[in-house]
């Protein structure tokens, strides 16, 4: 089992209505689901709200199909005075053989204020 010690952010199933022109399963939909993981994340080492404001060093590895269980692991990377960077690690398994590394990428959030304004990460929102 990949990611042993590691549990999942989000688990799901992509419908039929997530597929692209090649049958599978639309990148921007990948990538959607991964920036709801990493904000998730984000959020909670930043005791309040984040906002995505970058993705670096995406890679899609394998396609996905309809029917797989998609599992979304998340973990912050690294902490700046705004900032967090969250690692991010997409699995698919399709019940026949072992979970296998769909998309990896790293996001990076700002914690933002009640304004909407960057404010320092180990300030509570208010």
Request: net charge negative; aromatic share 8%; glycine share 12%.
């Given at each position: 089992m990949p990611n042993t010690g590691r549990q999942a952010t989000i688990r799901t199933v992509p419908q039929p209505s997530e597929l692209n022109v090649n049958g599978n399963i639309f990148?921007?939909?990948?990538?959607s689901q991964m920036d709801i993981a990493g904000g998730?994340?984000?959020?909670?080492?930043a005791n309040g709200s984040v906002a995505t404001v970058?993705?670096?060093g995406m890679?899609?590895?394998?396609?996905?199909?309809?029917?797989?269980?998609?599992?979304?692991?998340?973990?912050?990377?690294k902490v700046g005075r705004t900032s967090i960077t969250v690692s991010?690690?997409?699995y698919a398994d399709c019940g026949t053989k072992e979970p296998h590394k769909v998309t990896e990428g790293k996001y990076i959030f700002v914690a933002i204020d009640k304004n909407g304004k960057p404010r320092a990460v180990d300030n509570a929102s208010d």
């Open positions: 990148g921007g939909w990948v990538l998730v994340v984000a959020g909670r080492r970058a993705i670096e890679k899609f590895h394998q396609p996905i199909e309809v029917g797989d269980v998609v599992s979304v692991y998340a973990e912050v990377e991010i690690d997409v």
